[in-house]
């Protein structure tokens, strides 16, 4: 076999490279991407327990409690009952569901042991702080529209002030996934998370004015109900929907920007730090 002749394809050889590199600027936004999709298409596999199942128990929670408290002509400042309800109900259902997804998340990652897939990609702890956080509200916000709409079967639901609605509907989201985060950094197994869930997250939902208006409390529990950052989102929502509001509106949206802006700054230090993740 004669000799190869490799004169011809060494300078062909040297100027291609072995392999194209990807550049990447500030923002990583094909990372970026991906894992807030992981993270929206996560949910969705199990779209029947994450989305259908709390839309389900939530109008239970409306059945009863206008069958038990509502009845026939009962309201709240002249509001019908079932009206007064419904907005604190579907913001129930959004806090729980917006921290379930963050908080599960990120605890599971930890337990089977595969967090490393997220932290070893070129992805800055904005971008992790982002993503988590986006599945998180995309979740909660798609429940809180699933429940509205199927309120509209047991009760008429008109919006006074959409820009209410919005707002307080995505800080509520954005507070509690933002609170799943770092309660998904900090447990280090399930029972931290239940723990959460009961002593801090449920109490705080029931104790804001879901149920009830604010000014039957005497006045000193009254006055501790306006320190409850989950009673601002639920009376702005309620806002939003029936133009009446328990407490200040301007006070609500300032104490939520105010919390949401200090949850992400922390989350973004504790992903920045490796906290309990890395090993």
Known sequence: MPPRDHSLNAPEAAATPAYAVRRIGRVNWGGLYTLYLKEVWRFFKVITQTVVAPAVTTLLFMAIFTLALGGQGRGVAGIPFEMFLAPGLIVMAILQNAFANTSSSIMIAKVQGNIVDVL????????????????????????????????????????????AVLYFSLNAALMLSLLGILTGIWAEKFDHTAAVTNFVVTPLSFLSGTFYSIDRLPGVWRDVSQFNPFFYMIDGVRYGFIGRADGSIATGVAVLAALNVALWVLCHALFKSGYKLRP
């Open 120 to 163: 070893m990609p070129p992805l800055s702890a904005g971008e992790l702080t982002f993503a988590y956080t986006m599945g998180g509200v995309t979740r909660g916000l798609l429940v809180g529209v699933v429940v509205g709409v199927a309120m509209l079967l047991f009760t008429p639901i008109h919006v006074e002030h959409w820009w």
